[in-house]
């Protein structure tokens, strides 16, 4: 396999796992169905899961369960988008392009959009506050 393409499968492998636990994970989620819809259509449901279990494993890592999965998560990605790329070659662009925003976004300091849903209940003298983003609460 040509050594750029190893690269870029490191790269997405890479990035994949760092964002599974971010905000905007869905659109992050999106972009790599996408990908496998174009060029292994035929393994896009196996994909999908395989985002799901993996991102369940950051996030349940993250609540201290004692396990760092992240070393194991990246090297299959990477095995993943390699074996895409030693198939597909031409899907490189694609990838290239969907890591180039990961970037972007990431050096930006900008947010993913998606929807949100919050809901709250407040009873008796209790409060609710809630925010999409910053929020500054001054009692007096």
Not at 95 to 108: C, G, I, K, Q, T
């Amino acid at each position: 396999m040509d050594p750029t393409l190893l690269t870029l499968a490191g790269t997405a492998g890479t990035s994949l796992v760092t964002l599974l636990a971010a905000e905007g994970w869905q659109q992050t989620r999106d972009g790599v169905v996408t990908v496998w819809r174009r060029f292994r259509p035929q393994a896009v449901e196996e994909v999908e899961r395989e985002l799901e279990a993996s991102r369940t494993a950051v996030l349940d890592a993250g609540e201290g369960d004692g396990t760092d999965p992240a070393g194991r998560l990246e090297g299959q990605w990477v095995g993943r988008f390699a074996a895409l790329l030693g198939e597909h070659p031409e899907a490189a662009d694609e990838l290239r392009d969907l890591v180039e925003e990961w970037r972007r976004r990431a050096a930006d300091g900008q947010e993913i959009r998606g929807d949100v849903r919050m809901e709250a209940r407040a009873e008796g003298n209790g409060r609710v506050y809630q925010a999409g983003r910053d929020q500054h609460i001054t009692e007096r």
